[in-house]
């Protein structure tokens, strides 16, 4: 039904900066929020930052100052653009949207992307 396509992660120096994107497709009606949440190994998956329809984001203590998030409600995209990394913030990245399908009811699904991976060497 929603197909979201995550891109960009990588490997990048400490300090540097990437870029990750996140396109959901398929019978969407709205996307009331869309987010980027990671997972590094042997820890649990954690909010890094989110972004409603009227553009109100929440971002990570951890992250704050650092992670910027946007979104593209036309092309129904999402950005994490992601300076100043550092080895902790490796782990991967997945994007998560809360949408309302064509169906005809007002009802909201939660659909992930398969998950990007971001590495910091330390």
């Known amino acids: 039904q929603v197909q979201l396509v995550e891109s960009g992660g990588g490997l990048v120096q400490p300090g540097g900066s990437l870029r990750l994107s996140c396109a959901a497709s398929?019978?969407?009606?709205?996307?009331?929020?869309m987010g980027w949440y990671r997972q590094a190994p042997g820890k649990q998956r954690e909010l890094v930052a989110t972004?409603?329809?009227?553009?109100?984001?929440n971002y990570a203590d951890s992250v704050k100052g650092r992670f910027t998030i946007s979104g593209d409600n036309a092309k129904n995209t999402v950005y994490l653009q992601m300076n100043s990394l550092k080895p902790e913030d490796t782990a991967v990245y997945y994007c998560?949207?809360?949408?309302?399908?064509?169906?005809?009811?007002?009802?909201?699904?939660?659909?992930w992307g398969q998950g990007t991976q971001v590495t910091v060497p330390s």
């Open positions: 998560k949207a809360i949408v309302i399908l064509r169906t005809g009811i007002s009802v909201q699904y939660q659909y």
């Open positions: 972004i409603s329809s009227g553009n109100s984001t």
């Open positions: 398929g019978s969407i009606f709205k996307i009331n929020t």
